[in-house]
């Protein structure tokens, strides 16, 4: 039998790994906790029900002043680590697993732990002919291969979206709060514009459909997903991941302390983790049970097809915390079999989906896969076919519905004068003025309210504001600006398109047109063949609102910035 020992097991998910690891023939299974008390009987509850021999220990990993040599005692073939939080960890336990001749693995999901586990720990590991994973959770292990699998063979690769919702009622530990206030307001990665930048954790979110559970509000957070599969998938636009919280005032709170942070106004979150341990009590005696994990790809499939693809997890009746047991559980079963070879890594790299997705049997967690068509681009439906195809080559190939995700190019920029005329720009969120600003515009087509709405984001210099399009019940074209949303009457011919306002709504409801902004829009081709767009947006009474006019082309995987 081969002994594993399992730092953390009286912990939220070690509790739940432990329960697993019990009924996985061919171990010895060593459970640990700082109190030796909790672990030792943690193990007898365990063992009425165990297929293997379950004992206990007492072991410390921040606290023990020789940490070699307390796991020395434990006589470890492997050694997994699911005490967390990993956000301040060093390498101390894989590197001490490593130097007694044990293999290591930890459900770490720190981006800055997994980014470093590699470099510091492949050496060591080698040398000594052992396997050493991190990040063998929800993410990146599930959700990285999750991504892969559905996008294999695929010729283009626009976006990646990957959220969970927990089930609002399921456990959650201190450490679990006292990471996700750890980086709640400060820059996160994600791969946006297809490169790497940052956006802040807890920020800005949206309103996604997760199967199963219905629409939820769910907003960025600190994984190493964007740093890995937008560059090893070649993302052409956008890598995210996204979590939501079932208790609206468990997500706008924690929103709300993002902000704070990101004003300046609190530094330190931490010393609000046994506040909001306590809060939880309350809050979630009004949700459920079942939570869920969302992978959403689109891009060009391998039959050369614009295709969207999903992959979703829901689980119910409480199983939702052994979800980020499960890939721990899968590398345990790999090294058993002796399938992995040695080397320092992240789990990602080391396990598939299969072999993950067979570890939830036990469970009430089930999963499914989807893959739909993308049918005809908006402005297809809202021109018709014909006068979309009379429209000059490079104007079809930003509608398109197999368009490339992100255009980039040339701007410039110029603002009407005086106080209002500023405070209307700063609510829509238009740009500063300026020549020959690099510009960066990305289209999102579908979301969670209409497969057809596009999502427009325009970024001047590092400036961005967003717009969603979408048919209203009318079949008319709208687009949308927050609260404000204007019906646009779509004029195409051979010279290319023209988007005048025909009304203007604010919350749904109608506005005066005595009011209403005039917009002079169109979209050409010049003489070099390049997409071009010409936008004055006037005032009544005020006159000048914005004027933004410049070049775009499709940006290649092998572009740079703007």
Known sequence: MKRVVLIGATGVFGRRLAR?????????????????EKAQTLARELAAGASVPVSGA?????????????LAALKPWLVIDASGPFQQQGYEVPTAALLLGAHVVDLADARGYLAGYGPQLDELARQHGLVALAGASSTPALSVAAARELSEGWERLDSIAIAITPAGRSEVGPSVIAAILSYAGRPVPIWREGELQTTPGWGAGEVIDMPGLGLRRVAPVETVDAEMLGPDLAARSRVAFSAGLEAGIEQWGLALLAWFRRQGWVADLAPLVPYLVKARRITRLWTLDRGGML?????????????????SLLAENDDGPQVPT????AAVRALLADEITPGARSAAEALDLAAIEAEMTPYAISTSQDERAVGPALFEIVLGAQAFALMPAAIRAFHA???????????????????????????????????????????????????????WTRNFAGQRFHSRLSLDRNGELREAFGPFSFTLAAQSDREGLALPIANWRVFG???????????????????????????????????????YRGWLKPRGPSDGPG
Not at 21 to 36: F, K, N, P, Q, Y
Not at 301 to 307: A, E, I, L, N, T
Not at 519 to 532: L, M, P, S
């Open 295 to 311: 992978v959403a790809i689109s891009g060009i499939d391998s039959k050369g097809r614009p295709r969207r693809a999903y992959w």
């Open 58 to 70: 007492g072991l410390d990993r921040d606290r023990d002043s020789d940490l070699v040599a307390s």
């Open 509 to 547: 409801l109608p506005l005066p047109r005595f009011l209403m902004p005039s917009a002079e829009a169109r979209e050409t081709v010049d003489a070099d063949g390049r997409f071009r767009f010409d936008v004055k947006l006037s005032l009544p009474f005020f006159s000048l609102l914005a004027h």
């Open 326 to 329: 499960l890939a721990a559980a």
């Open 401 to 455: 519905n197999d368009a490339e995700p992100v255009w980039q190019g040339r701007a410039e920029v110029t603002r009407g004068d005086g106080a209002v005329t500023g405070l209307l720009c700063r609510l829509f969120g238009l740009p500063a003025a300026g020549a020959e600003l690099p510009v960066t515009v990305s289209v999102t087509r579908g979301d969670a309210f209409d497969e057809n709405a596009e999502i």
């Open 20 to 36: 697993h690891l019990a009924r996985m023939d061919g171990i010895d299974l060593v459970l640990t906790s700082r109190s030796r």
